[in-house]
């Protein structure tokens, strides 16, 4: 699934481990998703959404899968 969630992320100026910390998850998950080895679970998803203030739909692109 393609993500939008480095770019996100580096608007921030936040590492992986940043982002991370914040989510409650290792910086290999957060790796693997930016890579596109790993989908987010649902929750982790809107976890992700809420902390960006966006719609998931806006994150994350299904159309690739």
Same mark, same amino acid.
């Given at each position: 699934?393609?993500?939008? =969630?480095?770019? =996100?992320?580096? /608007?921030? !100026?936040? +590492?992986? %481990?940043?982002?991370? !910390?914040?989510?409650?998850? +290792?910086?290999?998950?957060?790796?693997?998703? /930016?890579?596109? @080895?790993? !989908? &987010? +679970? =649902? &929750?982790? %998803? *809107? @976890?992700?959404?809420?902390?960006?203030? =966006? &719609? #998931? /739909?806006? #994150? *994350?692109? !299904? %159309?690739?899968?």
């Amino acid at each position: 699934m393609k993500n939008r =969630l480095k770019v =996100l992320r580096a /608007e921030r !100026d936040w +590492s992986q %481990a940043d982002l991370a !910390d914040r989510l409650e998850v +290792s910086r290999q998950t957060i790796n693997a998703i /930016e890579t596109g @080895k790993y !989908d &987010p +679970s =649902l &929750p982790l %998803a *809107f @976890k992700i959404g809420r902390l960006f203030g =966006l &719609p #998931i /739909e806006t #994150i *994350f692109d !299904d %159309a690739a899968a």
